[in-house]
């Protein structure tokens, strides 16, 4: 299916796995809205490297989505939702005695308040068009756990509850609603652990890829931001569209332990 004349707004996605699924929906047709907290130059040129090797809209708003305020404004801007993609997200480790509260506070904001926000917001737009994919990026950390993740691994088995909400409340319209739960995948966001990791168990980085990170990923490889926008594009067809209220694992077998 084409997702032309469909808008994509994807939050968190001038990096990442945000950016690769920009980047797959736009080859599928969609006008897409890029978005993250800063507005730099850069940020736009991502919005207009996309509409020239796709010849679709892209464009780049800026909003920081700590603040549910404007999150809800970030879809009024785009003016239309079809498909939501709810990727925002940031990442703290500590033992849950020496998590920063100010930390805690900011991954769920980010990660699950966030997409309650934006979905609310989009909704009534996608019912007016008779057709929405809300896409949710949880995590193998919204259906299992690790130590010291405890506001990742909270905001992410919300995010899995509420998709599961979103899909019970429009079971008989034309939209979907569903959580992507990656394994690792070789983004910044991942990237940034490697180096602290390393010196911590005097590893080097590869170590600490293999023995580390990838530890409970069976196939030992990362998933790729690409894959994932191929698993968004099938939630988008209408091959799709009794999939609803579910999680798709990208994980190279991590649940099956
Ligand atoms: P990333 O750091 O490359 O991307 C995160 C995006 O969120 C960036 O665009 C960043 O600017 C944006 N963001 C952060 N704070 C924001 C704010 N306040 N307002 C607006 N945007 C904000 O990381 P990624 O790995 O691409 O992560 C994307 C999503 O996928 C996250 O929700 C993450 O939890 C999830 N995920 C990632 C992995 C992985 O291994 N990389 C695995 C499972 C789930």
Redesign the pocket.
């Known amino acids: 299916m084409t997702l032309e004349g469909k808008t994509a707004v994807i939050?968190?996605?001038?990096?990442?796995?945000?950016l690769g699924i920009a980047r797959r929906l736009a080859r599928e047709g969609a006008n897409v809205v890029l978005?993250?907290?800063?507005d730099t130059p850069e940020d736009h040129a991502l919005a207009v490297d996309i509409s020239e090797a796709t010849g679709t809209k892209a464009r780049y708003i800026q909003?920081?989505?700590?603040n549910g305020d404007a999150a809800r404004d970030l879809i009024a801007k785009a003016g239309t939702c079809d498909v939501l993609i709810n990727?925002?997200?940031?990442?703290h480790v500590a033992p849950i005695d020496e998590f920063p509260t100010a930390k805690w506070e900011a991954i769920i904001a980010?990660?699950l308040s966030s997409a309650f926000h934006t979905t609310a917001a989009a909704l009534p737009m996608m019912r007016a068009a008779g057709w929405g994919r809300v896409i949710n990026?949880?995590?193998?950390?919204g259906l299992t756990a690790s130590p010291y993740k405890c506001a990742?691994v909270a905001a992410?088995h919300g995010v899995v509850g509420m998709t599961k909400v979103v899909a019970l409340e429009t079971a008989q319209e034309p939209i979907t609603a569903n959580a992507i739960c990656?394994?690792?995948?070789k983004?910044?966001?991942?990237e940034a652990q490697i180096p602290d990791t390393a010196k911590k168990y005097n590893m080097t980085e590869e170590e600490v890829i293999q023995k580390v990170i990838l530890e409970r990923q069976p196939s030992k490889e990362f998933a790729t931001?690409d894959q994932l926008g191929g698993v968004a594009a099938f939630l988008c067809s209408d091959d799709a569209a009794q999939i609803t209220g579910t999680t798709i694992s990208v994980d190279g077998g991590w649940t099956a332990l």
């Open positions: 939050t968190g996605s001038n990096s990442g796995i945000g978005n993250s907290y800063t909003a920081d989505l700590s990727n925002a997200g940031i990442q980010i990660m990026l949880a995590s193998a950390h990742y992410k990656p394994g690792y995948v983004t910044p966001l991942v931001t």
